[in-house]
């Protein structure tokens, strides 16, 4: 790991790592450096992405848990509708350096850059602090955003003295104004000598290109070696062929050593200016230094952030090593940066189970799976979220050994098969019960027999010691392990048996087919001789080859069964979820309609009280005697808006009415105009079927069971023909035309006059269906209200009759209902 330096958040306010000794050579076996060099590449600036590349894994877990959390914080800011992104962090290490030394100057670029960090730490502490973020956001990051230098009189001060390319501006302090108007005027006049010293030469003396240049820092002419006497001065430097020389003459040297004059002043100046604004920042160098430590830590959680996003990394939980690991949609973040479709794979390894043996034919992944779950607990254990699905597990190692590869050295005169012993030497020296242990090709590159034998007893020792191991093999020995040696399980890398094509995809707990005879007879070998090969095959092998087979077909049935089953169980759920929902929808309309409605009767309470209370205090101020004519008013206007009402609901009913028929039946000819023999509703008469007689104008005469009514035509609705006991009878006699009554008045008449209405207004309103009639006779002394009443009580076809309630005429009016 590169070794801190000013600027580097390990090193100070508190960023401090512990890290442990992982093998070095581990790391580079699973290209950690590599895929760090990915995620370096989603930093907003060198320093970051620097710091990217310096992280190490470690098994600290409280820097762990803290630099995921804060991750996952950097991600929220990322997100929504104003992502954040880091400002430019310019390298002032060096600068802060020699900052601390009194008397030191920073250039104007230093300064310049200065100006830049303070900027950048200013906006990122407003932007970072912003109530709309996330809480998590304000909260995790808090320590970084706390030592956020705030100097905008400094920023203020930089801006107005340097400009943007580090040049010191003329309005810097009036001297320095003062001297360089003076140096301009100067250079001006001594280029007006200059020409016209030029413009005296012969023209045998001059040049072709003949202009004032400069020579060593002072303004010179060009004359052709025989002029230089006539011209006189000092020559300064002479052309390659030497035929040209450059003068300076004799009345620009008291003008050029004015300009020098003015040169230094300019010059102590400018340092003057530069040492007054560098005085002011060195109070502020250790905040400064700060500033930069935490804007670089924020671009480092940033640029994990973005590749956490880019490759689909899921939070997921850190355990022990021995409590095993859980990897779900795990991918080897190298091949999804090389843009390759990627297979993922989901692996558990339970707390009791040690050695994963992967068996399998060659190119089916297997090298390509060790790699990555050691690189996924690289990444997770150096602080960067790995490409892992939900609820994933991952373990943390206190070391990884790897021995992958062929690592043969001809200058250490090692061949391949000694090259992995001297690895696997190391491993039996060095692996704990926390290590992870990756071995490529266990058993291979010496005799079958005795590589399966070493490979078996070198598996058996670390399955013994508990530490986590995952190996790949092809002999089929070593896959017999799983069988005999507790904590070990077979697992295979499913290929495709038809097109002789791996598929990537991780089977647990069955061991693989090498499909090297399928492979060669697909090649074309000769047929008797892949024959030949399957007859030496022993008969266990071939009987284990079987029995796998079958396992893998079995093992398929159930993964499409188990697919099948989630499939139908998430659709449930989502089905579940929708009717929940739909019912909380239901709920809130039935709420808000209850609301609404109580607010309505609400105000037409207040509204009636009011009313009330404007008609007691009219009516009590215009005397007793207008008090029976007042309540005759109010109840007619009682009457009357609930007549309106009435009508509106009737109106609403034929109007479902119709919406229903129309639904269930639509193939009634409604727009055919009603003709005679139509059936109609009667709109007045509540909707009861009728049939057309005749039409006249506007109007139509229409039966009605015994009765003929003449309508207006619009409140008539053409309807389909009832059959059976619904049917509509056609009378052929004369039928007589009624208009009949909901309502009769009898105030003013006598007794016996009084009884003859009463009597026809019931035969009208039974013969019409009506439902009621109500009888006007007024409160007087109450004999014809008695007389009334006798009448109906004995009258069988009135079911019942009350007086009227106070909004329907109160005791000067009788309600009598038909049976």
Request: hydrophobic letters at 40%; aromatic letters at 2%.
């Amino acid at each position: 790991m590169p070794t801190a330096r000013i600027g580097d958040p390990l090193r100070s306010s508190g960023f401090c790592l512990s890290r442990a000794s992982v093998n070095a050579h581990a790391l580079s076996v699973l290209e950690l450096p590599r895929a760090l060099d990915v995620v370096a590449g989603h930093a907003a600036s060198d320093l970051g992405a620097a710091r990217v590349r310096s992280l190490a894994p470690t098994t600290d877990r409280a820097w762990l848990d803290r630099e995921h959390a804060r991750v996952a914080a950097m991600r929220s800011a990322i997100q929504g509708d104003e992502p954040w992104r880091p400002d430019p962090i310019p390298d002032l290490s060096e600068s802060l350096t020699r900052l601390r030394v009194i008397g030191s100057i920073w250039t104007g670029v230093e300064l310049m850059a200065a100006a830049t960090l303070l900027r950048s730490a200013r906006r990122t502490q407003s932007q970072l602090r912003d109530p709309k973020r996330p809480a998590i956001v304000r909260a995790l990051l808090s320590p970084l955003l706390d030592v956020l230098i705030s100097a905008p009189a400094i920023e203020d001060r930089i801006a107005r003295a340097i400009l943007d390319d580090g040049t010191v501006k003329d309005d810097a302090s009036a001297a320095l104004r003062r001297i360089r108007r003076e140096l301009r005027a100067a250079q001006g006049e001594l280029i007006r000598i200059l020409e016209r010293v030029m413009e005296r030469l012969d023209p045998q003396h001059r040049v072709s290109d003949m202009s004032v240049t400069m020579r060593n820092g002072r303004f010179v002419i060009p004359v052709r070696r025989g002029g230089i006497a006539i011209a006189g001065g000092i020559v300064h430097d002479t052309s390659a062929s030497g035929a040209t020389a450059f003068v300076e003459p004799p009345a620009a040297i008291e003008f050029g050593n004015r300009m020098r004059e003015l040169e230094s002043d300019e010059i102590k100046e400018v340092e003057r200016i530069l040492l007054e604004i560098t005085d002011e920042l060195r109070p502020r160098r250790e905040d400064i230094i700060a500033s930069l430590e935490s804007l670089v830590a924020l671009d480092s959680l940033y640029a994990r952030a973005r590749f956490a996003e880019a490759f689909g990394c899921a939070p997921a939980t850190l355990v022990p090593a021995r409590e095993g690991f859980d990897v779900k949609n795990g991918r080897h973040p190298l091949l999804i940066a090389q843009g390759a479709d990627v297979v993922p794979f989901d692996l558990v390894m339970e707390p009791s189970e040690r050695t994963l043996l992967v068996s399998g034919p060659n190119t089916g992944g297997k090298t390509v799976l060790l790699k990555a779950i050691g690189l996924l607990s690289a990444l997770a254990q150096s602080g960067i979220p790995a490409p892992v699905g939900p609820e994933s597990r991952i373990a943390i190692f206190d070391d990884a050994f790897a021995d992958v590869g062929d690592e043969q050295s001809i200058e250490a005169s090692l061949s391949t098969f000694s090259a992995h012993l001297k690895n696997l030497a190391e491993i039996l020296r060095l692996a704990t019960p926390d290590s992870l242990v990756l071995i490529d090709e266990l058993g291979s590159g010496t005799d079958p027999i005795e590589g399966a034998a070493l490979g078996w007893a070198i598996l058996e020792e670390l399955t013994a010691r508990g530490t986590l191991t995952i190996a790949t093999t092809h002999l089929g020995t070593l896959k017999e392990l799983a069988g005999q040696v507790s904590g070990v399980v077979n697992a295979s890398l499913q290929f495709d048996a038809v097109v002789l094509a791996p598929t990537y995809r991780l089977i647990k707990g069955i061991p693989g087919r090498s499909y090297g005879i399928s492979i060669a007879r697909r090649l074309r070998l000769p047929d008797h001789v892949v024959t030949r090969a399957e007859e030496r095959l022993p008969q266990h092998e071939r009987d284990a080859a079987a029995l796998i087979e079958q396992l893998e077909r079995r093992e398929e049935e159930l993964t499409a069964r188990e697919r099948e089953a989630t499939t139908i169980l998430d659709d449930a759920r989502h089905r579940v979820a929708d009717v929940a929902r739909r019912e909380r929808n239901v709920r809130e309309r039935e709420r808000v309609a209850e609301r609404t409605s109580r607010q309505d009767a609400r105000r037409y309470l207040l509204d009636a009280r009011a009313e009330i209370d404007r008609m007691i205090k009219d009516l009590k101020s215009r005397g007793a005697e207008a008090i029976d004519e007042a309540g005759r008013e109010a109840r007619q206007r009682a009457e009357q808006l609930a007549a309106e009402q009435g009508e509106q609901l009737e109106r609403l009913e034929r109007e479902e009415t119709k919406v229903r028929r129309a639904a269930a039946e639509p193939k009634i000819g409604h727009d055919r105009p009603i003709a005679v023999g139509d059936a109609v509703e009667v709109g007045q008469l509540g909707g009861k079927v009728g049939r057309v007689l005749e039409l006249r104008d506007g109007d139509a005469v229409v039966t009605v069971g015994a009765m003929k009514l003449t309508v207006p035509r619009k409140t008539l609705a053409k309807t389909e023909q009832p059959t059976g006991a619904d049917a509509v009878p056609v009378w052929t006699g004369d039928l007589p035309e009624v208009h009949v009554p909901t309502e009769i008045d009898l105030r003013g008449m006598r007794p016996d006059e009084a009884e003859a209405a009463v009597l026809q207004a019931l035969d009208a309103a039974v013969r019409a269906d009506l439902r009621s009639l109500r009888i006007i006779h007024g409160k007087g002394t109450g004999a014809l209200r008695d007389r009334v009443g006798e009448m109906l009580r004995k009258d069988t076809r009135v079911k019942a009759f009350r007086l009227g309630a106070w909004n329907e005429g109160g005791a000067g009016v009788t309600l009598a209902e038909f049976s």
